[in-house]
Every structure is written in structure tokens, then in C-alpha cells.
């Protein structure tokens, strides 16, 4: 693993959305130099704390941007190689890693390599770069079925078994991390073999040993996933779910329980941790309880792994992700020019952020930290959180009314609220108010 990523905090932003591009790309269009507006924000995410740019697609394609049509070209709708390399240029000279978002599961129907698949036929020179089924007789002009993506007929599956779609796909990875990128989120990562992965990563590392590689993985396996791929890390979205899930029930044991599988997940690797990301429904509107939001990010910024924060979400923005066409639009808006034109009512969750974040840093050791629990009720949790020692306490309250809660040897409340008595001392304790925590220092 990259040593680099142990002090990383991501700010992730789906530049398509962000900059308000249109949603289908026009051939026929010039390119628009819109990648540019990042640049006005990178100061913010500075100020915030964050010390990674992820971002969603920005390869040429057809529409969202899983899509792709190049992945060797900057989507016209934001701009070109130079207002990448300009990007680039802006956060390194902020001290800001840039983290890629790698679409190889498949490819959009307008890729010139499927495009010629139904122009010439089977006999196309990149025929085998998909799974097809020919009808009988078939020939040029005649299009085949073919596999796709969870049954969206136009992201078209890559055959992963083709030795040129791996040398492809590293190619790729290979080329943007030679321009100026740190590394590389890998799109639907569970739907591709993982001997695949080992294939390409094993090319790509030859070259960039440092890069940081983590792969979209929603349910399984996931230390063993990594241990097949070769890559660093992948999302944990077990842990995400029991967050806003414990929190909106009232029902810390299925938290607890999260953490204790997320300890298992740590002797492995250090997940990507978030509580929103470009598709899912936003933290602020999936928890039923505005009072308990702190509470997630909280628990996000203090257990172990690699944070992300979803661009919006330090502002508290809502938004809703509905199974449709159109679907994603709430959780991927458009960004104002500048931070100075938000709303003014986003800005306390932005400095509770910034603190938790300046927190996060002064305790390095909780990259790799392990949750014991220590106080376990519906509506109460008390855990230590450590890499090997004690490093702080996370204290959560969520009944109606104050709870004095055990903090053993805790000396000081580092943030949050409550009353400490007895500090430094085994029997200290810690009074929540009603929906309180407290992170404490030992």
C-alpha cells in the first residue's frame, strides 16, 4: 500500500455534475473548457482538511460517463488534456492527491471498438474484446446480443478473459498516472474476475509502485477480494449501510456489529470509509433524525480506513437517488462558481467537518484503528479506538434524554458535548445530553 494514503481524507466530487455539463455529449460540440471551475474550489477542500481530489468519470463518453467512449481523452463536455494537466498543476501545488475513476468493467455502445463489431461483423479486429452471440448467418451489419451491464444495453460488457483487454486497461491506468495522477477508483469492480485485476495491476505497479488503487465492492468477501486483485483497498459499503441504518433505528448493536466485521476487514487493509458518495441518497436526507448527522460523521472520522467526503455532504445538501432514468440528478448537482455563492445555512456542518477532520489528524494511528466496544445499549455506544493502543473514545447518545455513559482513563472531551467527571481515572464518566456524543482523549 501507498504509505502516502495513511494521512488521506477524499473529497469526491462527479465532475460531470459539479460543473454542470450537459447530460448527453454532442458529437458535433466543441469542446467546452468547464474542468476549470474545480480549480475556484480546491482552496475549500484545503480549508476543509481533505488532502485528496477523487473524481468521477472524465473520460469522453456518451452520457453520465460510465459510458466510455476514450478512455485515453478528456470528455469534451469538460474540457481537454490541458485543463487536466492545469488541474492536476492547481492541487499538487496545494498539496492535493488526485484519485481517477476507472470504468473497464465496460464500455458505452458508441466505443469505436464495439461500433466496429457492428459494422464489420464477426470478423471485426476487436470482435473478442466483447462476449457476443451471433445469430446464425450473421455478417456485417447484423448486430449481435451481448452481455451488459446488470441489463443496461448500453454499457456493453468487456470480455475479460482477452489478453487485450487487460494490456488495454493498464495501458490506460498507466497513461493518466504518468500524467499526474495518484491513483485510481476501479468502477464496478465486482462484476470483473479478479484474476483480471491481478493481470493488470501487477503491470500498472511495475511502473507506479505508489499508486493507490481501490475497487467499487458492495457485499462479499471483501478482505478476499483484495487478496485475489492485488488492490489496496475497496469501498465498504457494510459499514456505510449500518451507520445510517443504527442510527435512524435506534439500534447501535447492528453498529457495533458493523465495527466488530470492519476489525476483521483492518487486519486485512484499510477500506475506503464514507457516508455518501455519487450514488447513493445524502447522508442529510437518509437520516430520519437531523440531530443524529454528527453523529455519523463522528463515527465515519474516527474508525479505522481511508475517509471520503462526498462534495455537498460538508454543506449538509439533500438530495434522493430514485431508481430511474434521471435518477442521480439530486446527488450530482451543479456547483456554484465560487464557495462564497452557497447557502449560509451549510456552513456549521462544513467547520464540524473541518474539526473532526483536524482531529482525524492529530491521531494519525486511526487509519488503522480498531473499535472495542466498551458500553453497548439500543441508543447508546461507548468505544475505544486504537492501533494497538488507546487512542480516543467515541461516545454516542440517542435517546431523548442526557445518559451518563463509562469513559474509563478518558482526561479531556476533544469534541462533541458532555459533562466529564472523575477524568483520567477508571471510573470516569461522561453525561451526554439528549442525542449527544463526545470523542474523548485518554
Same mark, same amino acid.
Given at each position: 500500500?501507498?504509505?502516502?494514503?495513511?494521512?488521506?481524507?477524499?473529497?469526491?466530487?462527479?465532475?460531470?455534475?459539479?460543473?454542470?455539463?450537459?447530460?448527453?455529449?454532442?458529437?458535433?460540440?466543441?469542446?467546452?473548457?468547464?474542468?476549470?471551475?474545480?480549480?475556484?474550489?480546491?482552496?475549500?477542500?484545503?480549508?476543509?482538511?481533505?488532502?485528496?481530489?477523487?473524481?468521477?468519470?472524465?473520460?469522453?463518453?456518451?452520457?453520465?460517463?460510465?459510458?466510455?467512449?476514450?478512455?485515453?481523452?478528456?470528455?469534451?463536455? @469538460?474540457?481537454?488534456?490541458?485543463?487536466?494537466?492545469?488541474?492536476?498543476?492547481?492541487?499538487?501545488?496545494?498539496?492535493?492527491?488526485?484519485?481517477?475513476?476507472?470504468?473497464?468493467?465496460?464500455?458505452?455502445?458508441?466505443?469505436?471498438?464495439?461500433?466496429?463489431?457492428?459494422?464489420?461483423?464477426?470478423?471485426?479486429?476487436?470482435?473478442?474484446?466483447?462476449? =457476443?452471440?451471433?445469430?446464425?448467418?450473421?455478417?456485417?451489419?447484423?448486430?449481435?446480443?451481448?452481455?451488459?451491464?446488470?441489463?443496461?444495453?448500453?454499457?456493453?460488457?468487456?470480455?475479460?478473459?482477452?489478453?487485450?483487454?487487460?494490456?488495454?486497461?493498464?495501458?490506460?491506468?498507466?497513461?493518466?498516472?504518468?500524467?499526474?495522477?495518484?491513483?485510481?477508483?476501479?468502477?464496478?469492480?465486482?462484476?470483473?474476475?479478479?484474476?483480471?485485476?491481478?493481470?493488470? @495491476?501487477?503491470?500498472?505497479?511495475?511502473?507506479?509502485?505508489?499508486?493507490?488503487?481501490?475497487?467499487?465492492?458492495?457485499?462479499?468477501?471483501?478482505?478476499?477480494?483484495?487478496?485475489?486483485?492485488?488492490?489496496?483497498?475497496?469501498?465498504?459499503?457494510?459499514?456505510?449501510?449500518?451507520?445510517?441504518?443504527?442510527?435512524?433505528?435506534?439500534?447501535?448493536?447492528?453498529?457495533?456489529? %458493523? @465495527?466488530?466485521?470492519?476489525?476483521?476487514?483492518?487486519?486485512?487493509?484499510?477500506?475506503?470509509?464514507?457516508?455518501?458518495?455519487?450514488?447513493?441518497?445524502?447522508?442529510?436526507?437518509?437520516?430520519?433524525?437531523?440531530?443524529?448527522?454528527?453523529? %455519523?460523521?463522528?463515527?465515519?472520522?474516527?474508525?479505522?480506513?481511508?475517509?471520503?467526503?462526498?462534495?455537498?455532504?460538508?454543506?449538509?445538501?439533500?438530495?434522493?437517488?430514485?431508481?430511474?432514468?434521471?435518477?442521480?440528478?439530486?446527488?450530482?448537482?451543479?456547483?456554484?462558481?465560487?464557495?462564497?455563492?452557497?447557502?449560509?445555512?451549510?456552513?456549521?456542518?462544513?467547520?464540524?467537518?473541518?474539526?473532526?477532520?483536524?482531529?482525524?489528524?492529530?491521531?494519525?494511528?486511526?487509519?488503522?484503528?480498531?473499535?472495542?466496544?466498551?458500553?453497548? %445499549?439500543?441508543?447508546?455506544?461507548?468505544?475505544?479506538?486504537?492501533?494497538?493502543?488507546?487512542?480516543?473514545?467515541?461516545?454516542?447518545? @440517542?435517546?431523548?434524554? %442526557?445518559?451518563? =455513559?463509562?469513559?474509563?482513563?478518558?482526561?479531556?472531551?476533544?469534541?462533541?458535548?458532555?459533562?466529564?467527571?472523575?477524568?483520567?481515572?477508571?471510573?470516569?464518566?461522561?453525561? =451526554?445530553?439528549?442525542?449527544?456524543?463526545?470523542?474523548?482523549?485518554?
Amino acid at each position: 500500500m501507498a504509505p502516502w494514503i495513511e494521512q488521506t481524507v477524499w473529497w469526491q466530487v462527479f465532475p460531470l455534475g459539479f460543473v454542470g455539463a450537459p447530460d448527453r455529449a454532442d458529437p458535433a460540440a466543441p469542446v467546452v473548457h468547464r474542468l476549470s471551475h474545480l480549480q475556484a474550489w480546491l482552496d475549500y477542500a484545503v480549508e476543509l482538511g481533505v488532502s485528496g481530489l477523487a473524481l468521477g468519470p472524465i473520460f469522453a463518453a456518451s452520457t453520465h460517463g460510465y459510458d466510455t467512449i476514450d478512455p485515453f481523452r478528456i470528455d469534451p463536455r @469538460l474540457g481537454d488534456e490541458a485543463d487536466f494537466d492545469a488541474l492536476i498543476a492547481a492541487a499538487r501545488a496545494r498539496g492535493l492527491r488526485v484519485l481517477l475513476d476507472g470504468v473497464f468493467n465496460h464500455v458505452g455502445r458508441a466505443h469505436p471498438a464495439f461500433q466496429d463489431v457492428l459494422r464489420n461483423g464477426p470478423e471485426a479486429r476487436q470482435a473478442n474484446w466483447f462476449r =457476443l452471440s451471433w445469430p446464425r448467418g450473421s455478417g456485417p451489419g447484423i448486430e449481435p446480443d451481448y452481455a451488459c451491464f446488470e441489463g443496461h444495453r448500453q454499457l456493453v460488457t468487456l470480455n475479460h478473459d482477452a489478453p487485450q483487454v487487460a494490456d488495454h486497461v493498464a495501458a490506460v491506468m498507466d497513461h493518466w498516472i504518468a500524467r499526474g495522477a495518484d491513483g485510481w477508483r476501479l468502477d464496478a469492480a465486482y462484476a470483473v474476475p479478479p484474476h483480471f485485476w491481478a493481470r493488470v @495491476l501487477r503491470q500498472v505497479r511495475i511502473a507506479h509502485p505508489e499508486a493507490y488503487i481501490v475497487g467499487e465492492v458492495i457485499h462479499g468477501d471483501y478482505a478476499r477480494f483484495v487478496r485475489d486483485t492485488g488492490m489496496d483497498a475497496v469501498t465498504q459499503y457494510e459499514l456505510w449501510k449500518a451507520i445510517w441504518s443504527a442510527l435512524n433505528d435506534r439500534n447501535l448493536f447492528e453498529l457495533a456489529h %458493523a @465495527l466488530d466485521r470492519h476489525n476483521g476487514c483492518l487486519d486485512t487493509f484499510a477500506p475506503l470509509t464514507f457516508v455518501g458518495n455519487h450514488d447513493v441518497t445524502r447522508i442529510a436526507s437518509r437520516l430520519t433524525d437531523d440531530r443524529h448527522l454528527p453523529h %455519523a460523521l463522528a463515527i465515519l472520522l474516527t474508525c479505522g480506513g481511508t475517509p471520503s467526503i462526498y462534495a455537498g455532504d460538508e454543506q449538509a445538501f439533500r438530495g434522493v437517488k430514485e431508481e430511474r432514468v434521471g435518477g442521480d440528478d439530486a446527488i450530482r448537482p451543479a456547483f456554484p462558481p465560487t464557495p462564497a455563492d452557497l447557502a449560509p445555512y451549510g456552513w456549521p456542518i462544513y467547520r464540524l467537518h473541518r474539526d473532526l477532520i483536524a482531529l482525524r489528524r492529530r491521531h494519525a494511528g486511526l487509519h488503522r484503528a480498531r473499535t472495542r466496544t466498551l458500553h453497548l %445499549a439500543n441508543e447508546q455506544l461507548v468505544v475505544v479506538l486504537g492501533d494497538g493502543a488507546a487512542r480516543v473514545l467515541l461516545a454516542l447518545n @440517542l435517546a431523548d434524554a %442526557a445518559v451518563p =455513559l463509562p469513559v474509563p482513563d478518558a482526561r479531556a472531551i476533544e469534541a462533541g458535548q458532555g459533562d466529564l467527571a472523575e477524568a483520567g481515572g477508571p471510573s470516569a464518566r461522561v453525561t =451526554l445530553p439528549p442525542h449527544g456524543w463526545a470523542i474523548l482523549v485518554v
